[in-house]
């Protein structure tokens, strides 16, 4: 069957679901006159963002970071920022299902091929298969906590505190049980407290409740930070020669965005086809024939891919495509060989062969 390369669109989705990877073997007999159909991949790159989200806000007491606390760079004004902060890029195969090919093997043999969960060949005539772990991607993770979001910031204000109708008494009053604080941390440590812990567990429990109420009045001066990380996956499939492909967009406020979402700035792709997959010769240098029934495979291309975001590189790297090969087939007849069958294993992101050999 003849093989075309499609003109294939570049596809973006939101998302991308994992599945554990699994084979299915499927055998060449007179039921189905010892022919078996498949369909080889189309490289696809899934593109995750990792995303962060920086929140600040001012402490009360700002103003006064560093007569108190000698602290001249204080949070003065309530913020928030998204930033990239890693991209990850994945190669896997999809079944292209617009071409597809028939291995035709002669009658009283009985060969078979062993397919992935994505429909794609991965093996004749061996259950032998090592497939692809699923990557590995980061979780997402929710917006941090702050000392003032804590049990201990509760306690640490003072009914002097609270009566005080000066801003400026009352960061005075913040200031000087800081420095209580300390002393107290100090006197733990030396040994000089009036009454020490029993044990190891109860002094571990009090160093913890200073450190809690002493970061709660710090961040009344210095102010607070929150982070939180946004995780989504793009996938993304190689068609021509790209130089500034959008893929997604960062929003100061939303997080990671859809591409055509204007509020963010572009997380952009470039792609360049290093290298195109070429018919295999002979030894007088003319190209091969395609064998009769031959068992299909592809001789992929090669691309370098860039993911850049503010004008910095977030990735980079290169890959075989299968879009930018060939598909050549190899004589059927070598699988069913009586004395010595061959064995094949596929490449399931490029349709390449991995290993030829004879049993």
């Known amino acids: 069957m003849r093989y075309i390369v499609l003109s294939l669109a570049c596809v973006l989705a939101s998302s991308v679901v994992t599945v554990a990877q699994t084979t299915q073997k499927f055998q060449a007999t007179k039921a189905n006159d010892y022919g078996l159909v498949y369909s080889l991949p189309t490289t696809v790159l899934d593109v995750t ?13 700002y103003m006064y970071a560093k007569k108190y606390l000698n602290v001249s760079d204080p949070v003065s004004e309530p913020s928030e920022s998204w930033t990239v902060k890693k991209v990850i890029v994945n190669a896997r195969g999809v ?17 078979y091929v062993v397919m992935d969960n994505a ?23 929710g917006l941090s906590s702050t000392p003032l979001d804590t049990e201990a910031a509760r306690y640490v204000i003072s009914e002097e505190m609270l009566q005080s109708q000066s801003s ?27 009454q020490m812990p029993p044990d190891g567990t109860a002094m571990q429990i009090v160093m913890d409740q200073i450190g809690a109420q002493e970061a709660a009045l710090t961040a009344m001066f210095v102010g607070t930070e ?21 893929l997604a ?29 070429k018919m295999p010769v002979n030894d007088k240098g003319e190209t091969k024939e395609f064998p009769k029934g031959g068992v299909a495979y592809c001789i ?3 691309a370098s891919v860039k993911i850049s975001f503010r004008g910095e590189t977030c990735w980079e790297g290169s890959m075989d495509v299968a879009q930018y090969g060939i598909v050549f087939g190899l004589d059927p007849k070598m699988f069913t060989d009586k004395k010595a069958p061959a064995y ?12 030829l050999g004879t049993k």
């Open 95 to 111: 079944a292209n299902g617009g071409e597809r090919y028939l291995m035709q093997f002669k009658g009283g043999t009985a060969p």
């Open 49 to 61: 963002v990792v995303a962060e989200r920086v929140v600040k806000r001012p402490g009360e007491f």
């Open 344 to 355: 094949l294993l596929l490449d399931p992101v490029t349709g390449a062969i991995k290993e």
């Open 249 to 277: 967009r960062v929003s100061a406020l939303d997080g990671i965005v859809d591409s055509d979402d204007l509020s963010g700035d572009p997380i952009t792709l470039s792609l360049n086809i290093t290298d195109r997959g």
């Open 119 to 141: 429909d794609l060949p991965v093996a004749i005539n061996t259950e032998d298969v090592v497939l692809p772990e699923a990557p590995v991607l980061p979780e997402p993770v």
């Open 226 to 246: 929150q982070r939180e990380t946004a995780v989504k996956t793009f996938t993304y499939i190689p068609h021509d020669e790209v130089t500034r492909y959008v």
């Open 300 to 302: 992929p291309g090669a």
């Open 168 to 194: 400026a008494k009352r960061a005075e009053l913040a200031a000087k049980r800081i420095y209580e604080l300390r002393q107290s941390r100090s006197d733990l440590i030396t040994g000089q407290a009036d």
